[in-house]
């Protein structure tokens, strides 16, 4: 994505979370302003492969979600559903580094970066705010079966009945799941 699409969405994203009200958010998003999450990509060869492409998928998820949630008319608080899409790949900050290689440029894993996804990006979050619980599942399990083999390492809470389960339990987070899911791969430029 060019310069100045970043810079105008960045704008736009960060105007949208300062006005979250909750405590601890001006210092979350100087945090991820200081930390790249607005110019990182959001991997190195799948989605979002590119500056600003981690901000561009939490974007169009949140589009997304919004209007799923509106359309299923299920609950959701704005706050909630900001700090949710905007933290849930967190983890991510920081991840990649750039090669610039024959005229054009790509992003590698940094192997120093700590391991971990949802659960990082939740440690991340709770640095700076406080999380509900349901906030925490959203985050949790955003990444479906895919999660049991992230989470194995930590602990044996995660598996895919837990799952199930929690997906029947807690439509919200079938939806948050899938529509992640969704922007990554139908959604992409
Ligand atoms: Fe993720
Ligand atoms: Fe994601």
Excluded at 1 to 12: F, H, P, R, S, V
Excluded at 126 to 152: D, P, Q, R, V
Aim: proline share 2%; net charge neutral; hydrophobic share 30%.
């Amino acid at each position: 994505m060019d310069e100045n699409k970043i810079t105008k969405l960045t704008e736009k994203v960060k105007s949208r979370l300062l006005k979250i009200d909750r405590k601890g958010i001006p210092e979350l998003v100087e945090y991820m302003t200081e930390k790249g999450f607005f110019t990182s990509p959001a991997s190195t060869k799948y989605h979002g492969n590119y500056d600003g492409g981690l901000l561009t998928h939490c974007t169009k998820f949140y589009n997304l979600l919004k209007k799923m949630h509106e359309m299923f008319n299920l609950p959701f608080d704005q706050d909630s559903m900001l700090i949710c899409v905007y933290g849930h790949d967190l983890c991510k900050m920081g991840a990649y580094y750039k090669i610039n290689a024959g005229g054009g440029s790509y992003y590698k894993w940094n192997g120093d970066h700590p391991k971990g996804h949802s659960i990082l990006s939740i440690k991340i979050l709770e640095k700076f705010i406080k999380l509900t619980e349901l906030e925490k599942n959203l985050i949790t399990y955003h990444m479906g079966m895919y999660g049991t083999k992230e989470c194995s390492d930590w602990s044996g809470e995660y598996n895919i009945l837990k799952l199930a389960d929690m997906f029947s339990k807690e439509k919200l987070c079938k939806l948050f799941y899938f529509c992640d899911d969704m922007s990554s791969n139908f959604l992409e430029e």
